[in-house]
């Protein structure tokens, strides 16, 4: 069982900043994307950005422009800059790898690994 080591989390200021980062305890091949979801209490858990082996990423428009994905495939390892935090950036924040399968939608034989969650407060 792949765990992962995520950190970076907590209290933060309107206007401030945060970095979250997440590590896997264990090598996890044929990764082809490494996201950071989040959930609001009473929302659903929504998609905050991604990036791809190749270096693509992705970012709602919530987030466009404040935040910044990076990582290492081959390490395991994903990041997330996230600046000029508001009030509802308020979440706990979930990262997550998957391989090909899972980035296109293919349900079935798709490999997806989720991180246990970091809440991170935004503040006065």
């Known amino acids: 069982q792949v765990q992962f080591v995520e950190s970076g989390g907590g209290l933060q200021q309107p206007g401030g900043s945060l970095r979250l980062s997440c590590v896997a305890s264990d090598r996890i091949s044929n990764i082809y994307v490494m996201s950071w979801y989040r959930q609001a209490p009473g929302n659903r858990r929504e998609l905050v950005a991604h990036?791809?082996?190749?270096?693509?990423?992705y970012y709602s428009d919530s987030v466009k422009g404040r935040f910044t994905i990076s990582g290492d495939i081959a390490k395991n390892s994903v990041y997330l800059q996230m600046s000029s935090l508001k009030p509802e950036d308020t979440a706990v924040y979930y990262c997550?790898?998957?391989?090909?399968?899972?980035?296109?939608?293919?349900?079935?034989?798709?490999?997806?690994?989720w991180g246990q969650g970091i809440q991170g407060t935004v503040a006065s």
């Open positions: 997550n790898m998957g391989d090909v399968a899972y980035y296109t939608g293919r349900q079935a034989g798709a490999e997806v690994y």
């Open positions: 990036i791809t082996s190749g270096g693509s990423t």
